[in-house]
């Protein structure tokens, strides 16, 4: 088995604040998607669950549910971890798993899975290895929540404010850009702040591959695994539901 890669080995300490407002605004357009799990039907997981905002929002959703929150990133799981041990709510139903997707053991049976702003870290043949993995473990009903972030095909993205988030007398901003390095294949390179007033204190520099994946290329590489894809809610969320024909 080859050695987990973690991108977010840096990054990972800005990553729960600057992803807060894509929470913010489709937070609400992905619960509503979670009620529509077939309630007892095993853990609902939370695939690159990050810090935690998409697990918390499934165990709040859908309270008589197991979660099961996946995160291979050593910093993402100690702000994970934080989150749920520092919940009542959270504390007696949350698992933390600290392993890859790809090499995770996970239940055979599974009442749902949500996969945000995670497509892009797995290759076309990783993608393939995942649709085969879950579709047998998916209960009746249940399905794959996901969102395909644009761009959707490589074009090049101009250099844009992610977010800033002033927490006390400090300011963290995120900045990306991305160019594309293949026919499916894009190098985003992100630029993370920390300042005080118009003082730089820190400045971190880091890129990592995102596979693009369109919602054509999406139907057809899970079809064969007997996976209909459809869109939940406004286009602009990018969201779709990945769930098992038959
Ligand atoms: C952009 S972050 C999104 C985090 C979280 N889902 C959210 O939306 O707040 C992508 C996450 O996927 C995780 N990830 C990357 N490769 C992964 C893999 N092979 N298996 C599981 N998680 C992975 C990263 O560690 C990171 O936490």
């Not at 088995?1 to 605004?25: A, K, V």
């Not at 995770?104 to 497509?119: F, H, K, Q, T, W």
């Not at 393939?128 to 090049?156: H, I, K």
Request: proline share 9%; charged share 25%.
């Amino acid at each position: 088995m080859t050695e987990y890669d973690d991108p977010y080995r840096t990054s990972g300490r800005h990553l729960d604040i600057m992803i807060r407002g894509w929470w913010d605004h489709h937070g609400a357009t992905v619960a509503e998607a979670l009620r529509a799990l077939p309630p007892g039907s095993g853990p609902v997981v939370d695939a690159g669950a990050g810090g935690g905002h998409g697990t918390r929002l499934i165990a709040r959703t859908l309270p008589e549910a197991e979660v099961l929150a996946v995160e291979p990133s050593p910093v993402l799981v100690a702000v994970l971890l934080a989150r749920v041990a520092d919940d009542p709510g959270l504390r007696t139903r949350v698992t933390v798993d600290g392993d890859d997707l790809l090499a995770a053991d996970l239940p055979d049976r599974i009442g749902g899975v949500l996969m945000a702003n995670l497509i892009g870290h797995f290759s076309p043949h990783e993608r393939d290895r995942l649709w085969e993995d879950l579709a047998p473990r998916l209960a009746p009903g249940a399905f794959v929540l996901l969102n395909l972030p644009e761009p959707t095909e490589p074009a090049p993205v101009g250099r844009s404010p992610m977010g800033e988030v002033p927490v006390g007398g400090r300011t963290y901003t995120g900045w990306a850009r991305a160019e594309a390095a293949g026919p499916e294949l894009l190098t985003w390179h992100m630029t993370y702040e920390t300042r005080a007033g118009d003082r730089v204190l820190s400045s971190d520099e880091v890129r990592y591959d995102w596979w693009t994946v369109s919602e054509a290329a999406l139907r057809a590489e899970t079809a064969p695994y007997g996976l209909a894809v459809a869109p939940h809610g406004p286009a602009e969320a990018g969201l779709y539901t990945i769930t098992r024909e038959g």
